[in-house]
C-alpha cells in the first residue's frame, strides 16, 4: 500500500512538474450544461448530431465513457461537484437543499492558492432555490397521490434558417465569458480559473402553463435543426405501462407521459433536443475558440461536462430524476497540458472526482475527506508508474420531486444496481448494462447472487435505509412547518401549484392525503 501511494504520489508530481514546464501554473475552464447526454459525445450516439466543438475536444484530450452524475438532478448534482462529496454526506436531498452559501469549494480552494477565479452562469448548488412548487412535490412524494407535476413535453420551432442565439441569457454569459478570456490575455502572469455554466440544453418553461410551469418545451430553430441527422434519430422502446417497475411508472405519471404519444411526436421531441445540445456546443466552441486565438490554450486545463443527463421520452420519459442511462450518464471531456490526446477512458467516474481533479492540476494538497478520486493518473502522459487503485463503481442517489422512493444507484463492472428506501418495500432493479443498453430487462429476481453481492458492496458505501429514514423525517419536518407558515392561505396556494389541474379534481382528498401522511410515525 505505500509503495502505491509513493507512486502516486511521485506521479502527480510529474505531471505537474510537466505543466509547470514554463513556470507557471495551468489555467482551468470548465463548461457545465445542463441535461446533456453524455453518450452524444461517443460513438454511436455523437452520429446523431453534429457537435464539432465536443469532437474537438476529443480529438485533443479524453473522453470518458462511463462518467455518471451522483444525483440526476440540478442542485445536488451540481452540490457534488462542487463539493467533491456524495449527496448524503452534504444532505443535499433536492433542489432546495443542497450547500450552505458559505461551503468551500474547490474555486474557493484555488483563489486561496493564487488563481484568480471567475465563475458565470448557472452555479446552482446552495439552498434556497428552485420554485415552490419543486420543493413541495420533493417534500410530498410519500402521499398516497398520484399527480401530474409537469407539463405534457411539447416542441415549439423559432424563427428561421438565421436564427442562431435562441437561449439568449446563455449566449450572454458565453460572450462575458469570451471577453473575460480576451482580458486575460492581457495580462497572463497569474493562472486563472473560469467556469461557465449554461442552461441548456435543459427544456424550456412551457409559458402556456401559467408562471408555475416546468420546463416541458423542447425550442430550436431550424438552423440547429440542420445539425440533427433526423434518420438516426431512434424512437426508444418502452414497456407496457403493467410491467414497469412501480416507481418508474409514479415517474411517467407525474411528469406528464403516461398519455399517447406517436411515433413522430416523440422523433420530433427527440430530434429539437438534440439541436438544443448542437447549441450548446456552439457555445462551448466559442469559449475554446477564444483560448485558442489567444494563445492561452496551449497552457488551460479544459473540462466540459454536465450536471445530468435528458431521457428525451426513453422508459416513456423526459426531464432527468432517473438512474436509467439517458438521465444519468454524463459527458467528460478533458483537455490540457501534459495530457493524453485521442483518449477514451473506460473507467467508472462521477462527477465527485472533479473535486480532487482540479487540485490535483493547480498542485494543491487535498485536505479532508472526499467522496472523489483525482482522474489525473488516468489521463498524463506520465504514465511510467502504476496508479493507486481507484473504486471500481460509482455511486448516485436520488431524493427528490417525481420519485416516490429514495433512490440508489450502484454501477460496477457490466452492472447497475438500483435500490429505493429501506431497500425492503420497494423492489430493486438490476440490469447488464452490456447486453440490455436500453435498460428494459431487470434482472434482480434472475440473478439473485448479484442483487445480493451489489447490495452488500451498495450497503458498505451508504447506509441507504438510515439516509432514507432521514429523508422521510425532512420532508415531514418541512412540510409542516411550510404549510403552518401560510397559515389560513394554505389551502388556496398548495391547491394552485404546478399540479393545479389534478388537484383541483378533488382537492379536499387530497388534503386528507396529506394529513393522513403527516399524521403517520415513521
Given at each position: ?6 507512486a ?10 510537466s ?54 438532478i ?8 462542487w ?15 443542497c450547500?450552505?452559501a ?8 484555488l483563489?486561496?492558492?493564487?488563481y484568480?477565479?471567475?465563475s458565470?452562469g ?8 428552485h ?18 407535476q409537469?407539463?405534457?413535453p411539447?416542441?415549439?420551432l ?5 436564427t442562431?442565439?435562441?437561449?439568449r ?35 424550456y ?31 426508444p ?10 416507481v ?8 406528464n407521459?403516461s ?8 422523433k ?9 445540445c ?24 479544459v ?34 497540458p ?36 483525482t ?18 463503481w ?9 420519485v416516490n422512493?429514495?433512490?440508489y ?13 429501506d ?12 447486453r ?18 451489489l ?7 451508504v ?7 432521514a429523508?422521510h ?35 379536499l ?14
Amino acid at each position: 500500500m505505500k509503495i502505491q501511494i509513493c507512486a502516486l504520489i511521485f506521479l502527480c508530481q510529474t505531471y505537474a512538474e510537466s505543466l509547470y514546464r514554463n513556470g507557471t501554473k495551468p489555467n482551468i475552464m470548465m463548461v457545465m450544461s445542463d441535461a446533456f447526454d453524455g453518450r452524444l459525445t461517443f460513438d454511436p450516439g455523437s452520429k446523431v448530431v453534429q457537435l464539432p466543438y465536443v469532437n474537438y475536444l476529443r480529438e485533443l484530450g479524453s473522453t470518458f465513457l462511463s462518467a455518471y452524475t451522483n444525483s440526476p438532478i440540478c442542485c445536488p448534482s451540481r452540490a457534488a461537484m462542487w463539493s467533491g462529496q456524495f449527496v448524503h454526506l452534504t444532505q443535499s436531498w433536492n433542489n432546495y437543499k443542497c450547500l450552505d452559501a458559505n461551503a468551500t469549494t474547490w474555486m474557493d480552494l484555488l483563489e486561496a492558492n493564487g488563481y484568480l477565479t471567475k465563475s458565470m452562469g448557472k452555479l446552482d448548488y446552495t439552498s434556497g432555490s428552485h420554485s415552490v412548487s419543486n420543493r413541495v412535490e420533493a417534500w410530498t412524494r410519500d402521499v398516497q397521490f398520484l399527480l401530474r407535476q409537469e407539463g405534457r413535453p411539447v416542441t415549439q420551432l423559432v424563427g428561421n434558417m438565421s436564427t442562431v442565439r435562441i437561449m439568449r441569457k446563455d449566449w450572454e454569459n458565453t460572450d462575458k465569458a469570451t471577453q473575460w478570456i480576451h482580458q486575460r490575455a492581457a495580462s497572463p502572469h497569474q493562472p486563472f480559473a473560469l467556469y461557465l455554466g449554461l442552461n441548456l440544453p435543459h427544456p424550456y418553461e412551457t409559458e402556456s402553463l401559467g408562471p408555475n410551469a416546468g420546463g416541458s418545451t423542447f425550442l430550436t430553430s431550424p438552423y440547429w435543426l440542420t445539425k440533427v441527422s433526423t434518420e438516426l434519430i431512434s424512437v426508444p422502446k418502452w414497456l407496457p405501462t403493467s410491467a414497469m417497475h412501480p416507481v418508474d411508472y409514479y415517474s411517467t405519471s407525474t411528469k406528464n407521459c403516461s398519455g399517447d404519444f406517436t411515433e413522430e411526436e416523440i422523433k420530433r421531441i427527440r430530434g429539437y433536443y438534440y439541436a438544443m445540445c448542437a447549441e450548446a456546443d456552439a457555445m462551448l466552441g466559442q469559449v475554446v475558440s477564444a483560448l485558442r486565438e489567444t494563445g492561452l490554450l496551449d497552457n488551460t486545463v479544459v473540462i466540459f461536462t454536465a450536471d445530468h443527463g435528458e431521457l428525451a421520452m426513453e422508459h416513456r420519459q423526459f426531464y432527468k430524476m432517473s438512474m436509467f442511462e439517458g438521465s444519468s450518464h454524463v459527458p467528460l471531456l478533458v483537455t490540457g497540458p501534459g495530457l493524453m490526446s485521442g483518449l477514451q477512458v473506460n473507467e467508472l467516474v462521477s462527477l465527485v472526482d472533479l473535486y480532487p481533479t482540479v487540485l490535483d492540476i493547480a498542485g494543491i494538497s487535498v485536505k479532508g475527506i472526499l467522496s472523489g478520486h483525482t482522474l489525473i493518473p488516468l489521463l498524463s502522459k506520465a504514465r511510467t508508474f502504476s496508479r493507486k487503485r481507484r473504486p471500481d463503481w460509482v455511486l448516485s442517489e436520488y431524493h427528490g420531486c417525481n420519485v416516490n422512493a429514495s433512490t440508489y444507484m450502484l454501477r460496477s463492472g457490466r452492472w447497475k444496481y438500483i435500490a429505493y428506501a429501506d431497500g425492503l418495500s420497494v423492489p430493486p432493479q438490476l440490469f447488464d448494462i452490456t447486453r440490455d443498453k436500453e435498460e428494459l430487462h431487470n434482472v434482480a429476481l434472475i440473478r439473485p447472487d448479484v442483487e445480493a453481492q451489489l447490495d452488500k458492496l451498495l450497503r458498505s458505501i451508504v447506509d441507504y435505509p438510515k439516509v432514507s429514514a432521514a429523508v422521510h423525517l425532512y420532508n415531514k419536518k418541512s412540510f409542516g412547518a411550510w404549510q403552518y407558515s401560510l397559515g389560513r392561505n394554505y389551502s388556496q396556494v398548495i391547491g394552485n401549484l404546478r399540479w393545479h389541474v389534478d388537484w383541483q379534481k378533488d382537492a379536499l382528498a387530497n388534503e386528507r392525503a396529506i394529513d393522513n401522511w403527516l399524521a403517520d410515525s415513521l
